[in-house]
């Protein structure tokens, strides 16, 4: 049976569609999943991310730890409540999961993973944590909700707790306030706004009251194709344990140039001196139809890779694409949709960022 967050009455109370999702009962949207997209772009919404997992992890050295577990380098946060994105990879470079990771104390820094990869995310800190006496300690008593858009902040701030209310409406964007509540100006939708991590006592009432302040409820669907306008990558489709970063269109998240040593660094340096990596690149279907990942491209008659994530985009009203290509892929790309090749137009992601189109149609 399907795990359930602490706002699933509250979905259903509100008409929400049900589906399954990596092991877990989810609003897949409230009825029109366009007009949950168009909220989120042009006022506020709201989503349940109650099923991520915030993990705390602590001691004196926790910082050196981060340092060897992460790709990205957590000397860079200096203030606490920054926040940094990076990969956490195997040896071999591949990539075990993509989160967000803040600092909170020298001793103290906090992670947010995804839901499906919690369990193996875990066992990999555990695993490595003793070498430095750091405590991994899964928050599992929190819940947490994300707000987007850009009236969203507006509408959020009257409802947060008093000890962090004045924090959060100062905040710039990549940190977080902490008190009673922790608030964080990061999303996962191209949009401004917050994500909210609370006790799971509270987190009704505070999703309620989004409501009754304006905030719409959006689901599963409408949080996709807001992330693939976005261009942000999803774990499981855009990168994941059988490829690097540096194939994920995510280098920038990987410090390279400096001494560290960090797991999957020998890997990722060898991919790079060996060259010939594939690339994530942004397309647009020249006319009608659907992208979907795992439909082929090609250049000419060779294939040259495949979409990773494809959808329609509600704010272009194109359908568009991320896909991995060969690094000699040229510009006049083709896919194949149930045997026809039809034309592709490459393009530099984001596809979308707050509210605006990022390309020319």
């Known amino acids: 049976m399907d795990k359930t967050t602490v706002l699933n009455q509250a979905h259903r109370d509100m008409g929400a569609r049900m589906v399954s999702f990596g092991g877990w009962d989810m609003p897949v949207n409230y009825g029109s999943q366009i007009e949950e997209h168009h909220a989120v772009r042009r006022d506020a919404g709201m989503f349940d991310v109650c099923h991520m997992t915030v993990v705390d992890l602590k001691g004196e050295r926790v910082r050196d730890f981060l340092r060897h577990l992460l790709a990205n ?192 660094k020998s890997a990722l340096l060898s991919q790079q001196e060996k060259g010939g990596l594939r690339r994530l690149v942004g397309l647009v279907l020249e006319g009608r139809g659907v992208l979907r990942s795992h439909q082929k491209i090609f250049d000419g008659e060779r294939e040259v890779g495949e979409i990773t994530s494809g959808g329609f985009s509600p704010t272009l009203g194109r359908s568009i694409a991320l896909a991995r290509v060969a690094d000699d892929a040229g510009e006049g790309l083709t896919v194949d949709i149930r045997g026809k090749r039809l034309p592709l137009k490459r393009v530099k992601y984001p596809f979308v960022r707050n509210g605006k189109a990022c390309i020319e149609l």
Do not use: H
């Open 73 to 264: 380098d957590v000397a860079k946060l200096k203030t606490p409540g920054k926040a940094l994105y990076s990969c956490m990879l195997k040896e071999d470079g591949g990539v075990i999961d993509d989160l967000i990771v803040y600092f909170m104390a020298d001793d103290w820094f906090r992670m947010v993973v995804n839901a499906g990869t919690t369990e193996k995310d875990i066992a990999w800190l555990e695993k490595q944590a003793p070498a430095f006496d750091v405590r991994v300690e899964p928050r599992f008593d929190l819940a947490m909700i994300a707000v987007q858009g850009p009236n969203a902040r507006e509408k959020a701030l009257p409802l947060l707790p008093a000890d962090v209310r004045a924090a959060a409406a100062d905040l710039k964007p990549f940190t977080a306030a902490s008190g009673s509540w922790f608030v964080g100006r990061t999303g996962y939708t191209g949009e401004d706004g917050f994500e909210v991590v609370l006790p799971e006592d509270e987190a009704e009432a505070f999703w309620r009251a989004l409501a009754a302040a304006g905030v719409a409820p959006a689901g599963l669907g409408a949080r996709d194709t807001l992330r693939l306008e976005a261009g942000m990558n999803l774990y499981g489709q855009d990168m994941d344990e059988t490829v690097s970063p540096l194939e994920s269109g995510l280098d920038w998240t990987v410090s390279l140039d400096d001494e560290r040593d960090f797991i999957g």
